[in-house]
């Protein structure tokens, strides 16, 4: 019987002549084609791409879908990038939607209706407790609304509810003490850990005593004390660096933590203070004057952060649809 070694001498004698020390050739193997990442199409951005077309522009629509003009550029950038056409004609000075992009929004205008009125019937199963952390302005402004309308749809809901300024409660959450909280976001976006879901924006005013004329609101700040809104705040911070760009060098009289003492200071005439618009009860309480800053008016988006983890938390769920709810109602 042929050993093995026999074998192979054997098979080695049958190669034709000069091929002996070169290998065999392998035949090629079939190249296997990358998938193509396609972006997943988001309910919201559909929801960014009706408002656009009904508003007219991008910037008209944001203040409607609780969004930054950017975002929601970025929202029907994905959107083309999902469909592979064009949304919008941006050839001219202001965008317009295509054939297709108002063919998209016919399509989903519906749909969408139909979706925001099953979230308002909520879901009485949803239960156990919710730790939530709520800055001071928001438990005035947004508080009452929310809690009725989650006691409404999410009956078995139990909040624990703190209060504290935006950095501490956001702290909280990434520590675990609290599962979401109601904050000031950070002008540099916030942390990329946590979930972020926009409730209102609220543009910064100057207010002032009954009597005062007209002036330019750097002049207002020159002549007049100014009452700093503790810089402990995020909101207190985004003031003092407006009031640095527009009168340098200027120092505060006194250092108040909320917007309802600094009112009732600058009505009693003793100064000036940039702070978030004032709400209407505020207006009625208080004779004082409100002072729009215009274009140049810095913006705080009041936002509800949870951790990146918890975003589909059923209780976080039925929180933000309460709050959104709320946010809606208030204005």
């Not at 960014?48 to 929202?75: D, F, M, R, Y």
């Not at 140049?296 to 951790?307: F, G, H, K, Y």
Request: proline share 6%; with cysteine.
């Amino acid at each position: 019987m042929a050993q093995h070694g026999d074998r192979l001498d054997i098979a080695r004698s049958c190669l034709p002549s000069g091929s002996r020390s070169r290998p065999m050739p392998v035949a090629a193997l079939p190249t296997v084609a990358k998938p193509i990442h396609v972006p997943a199409m988001k309910v919201e951005a559909l929801r960014s791409l009706c408002a656009v077309i009904e508003h007219g522009s991008i910037a008209a629509a944001a203040p409607t879908v609780n969004l930054t003009a950017s975002a929601i550029g970025l929202q029907l950038r994905q959107l083309e990038e999902h469909f592979g056409r064009l949304l919008f004609d941006r050839s001219a000075r202001q965008v317009r939607p295509t054939a297709f992009g108002l063919e998209v929004a016919n399509a989903v205008r519906g749909t969408l209706d139909t979706l925001d009125a099953l979230r308002e019937h909520g879901d009485a199963s949803v239960s156990g407790r919710l730790r939530l952390g709520v800055i001071e302005s928001a438990q005035i402004a947004l508080l009452p609304a929310y809690l009725r309308e989650l006691r409404a749809l999410y009956p078995r809901v139990e909040v624990q509810i703190s209060r504290g300024v935006s950095q501490a409660l956001l702290q909280d959450i990434q520590a675990g003490r609290l599962d979401a909280a109601v904050v000031v976001r950070p002008r540099t976006g916030g942390s990329t850990r946590l979930h972020w879901v926009p409730l209102r924006r609220e543009p910064f005013v100057i207010v002032a005593p009954p009597g005062l004329r007209a002036q330019s609101p750097a002049d207002i700040l020159r002549r007049h004390e100014w009452i700093r809104l503790d810089r402990s705040a995020t909101g207190g911070r985004i003031a003092a660096a407006y009031v640095e760009r527009i009168a340098p060098g200027k120092r505060p009289w006194v250092d108040l933590p909320g917007t309802d003492a600094i009112v009732a200071m600058v009505s009693a005439g003793l100064g000036v203070s940039v702070i978030p618009a004032t709400r209407a009860a505020l207006k009625r309480a208080y004779d004082f004057k409100e002072i729009d800053l215009g274009a140049s008016a810095p913006v705080r988006e009041i936002a509800l952060a949870c951790r990146g983890r918890d975003a589909e938390n059923r209780r976080f769920l039925a929180a933000r649809h309460a709050f959104e709810q709320a946010a809606r109602g208030v204005g």
